[in-house]
C-alpha cells in the first residue's frame, strides 16, 4: 500500500488566512447577553457555487447610536505576558472577525448599526485565489440608501441580509458568477 501524502504549505497556493488572523471571539462584537443582540450569518461561494471553507471576513459598522468612533480593544494583549486577552465584554467595538467553517459558514453576533446614514455592516473579503481583498456591504433593510439606490433590483438583492425570525439575518457572498455579490471599489 502507497501512503498519501498530503500537500504541504510549499506546494499549494496562499496566502493561508486562518492562520493568525483570526482571534479568540472574533466573531463576537455584542458583549455578552446583550438583549438588542443580533445574528448575521452566511454562506461564501466560489464561482461555481461551491463553498469556501477558508474564506476570512471583516465586519466594520456604526454602533447602536450611529456613533462610528467604537471603543478600542477587539484585540486586546496582557501587558505582562503578551498573550491575547479578548475584548473586555462590555464595550462596543464596531469591529469583528469571521473565518467560514468547511462548509464554508460565518458568523456574527453584533448590534444593529444605529446610524439612519449608515445602515449596513461594511464587509472585507480575504480567500485564497483573491489577489485583492474584497469590499462589500450587507444591509440588514431595504431602505434609502445611494449605493442602493444607484444599483438594478437585481444586484441590489446581492447585498440585502435576509430577516429572519429571532433577530438572525443570512447574508450570502458570492464571489463571481450568477448572483454574484455586489463588491465596491475604493480608491
Do not use: K
Not at 461555481?48 to 480593544?73: C, E, K, M, N, Y
Not at 431602505?143 to 443570512?170: E, H, M, Q, V
Amino acid at each position: 500500500m502507497t501512503e498519501r501524502l498530503l500537500p504541504t504549505p510549499s506546494h499549494t497556493i496562499g496566502p493561508f488566512y486562518g492562520h493568525a488572523l483570526p482571534f479568540p471571539g472574533g466573531e463576537q462584537v455584542a458583549p455578552p447577553g446583550h438583549p438588542d443582540t443580533i445574528t448575521v450569518h452566511g454562506y461564501v461561494f466560489d464561482g461555481a457555487g461551491r463553498p469556501v471553507p477558508d474564506a476570512l471576513l471583516d465586519f466594520w459598522q456604526a454602533a447602536p447610536d450611529g456613533s462610528l468612533t467604537g471603543a478600542p480593544g477587539s484585540m486586546r494583549r496582557d501587558p505582562s505576558t503578551g498573550g491575547f486577552l479578548g475584548r473586555n465584554g462590555v464595550d462596543f467595538t464596531g469591529f469583528g472577525r469571521a473565518g467560514t467553517d468547511a462548509d464554508g459558514h460565518w458568523t456574527l453576533r453584533t448590534l444593529p448599526p444605529g446610524n439612519a446614514g449608515l445602515p449596513y455592516l461594511s464587509v472585507c473579503v480575504f480567500a485564497r485565489g483573491l489577489t485583492h481583498h474584497l469590499f462589500t456591504r450587507a444591509y440588514l433593510a431595504d431602505g434609502a440608501d445611494a449605493l442602493l439606490d444607484s444599483l438594478p433590483a437585481d444586484r441590489r438583492a446581492t447585498l440585502i441580509a435576509a430577516g429572519a425570525p429571532d433577530r438572525t439575518y443570512r447574508f450570502d457572498i458570492r464571489l463571481q458568477g450568477e448572483g454574484e455579490t455586489v463588491f465596491l471599489e475604493f480608491q
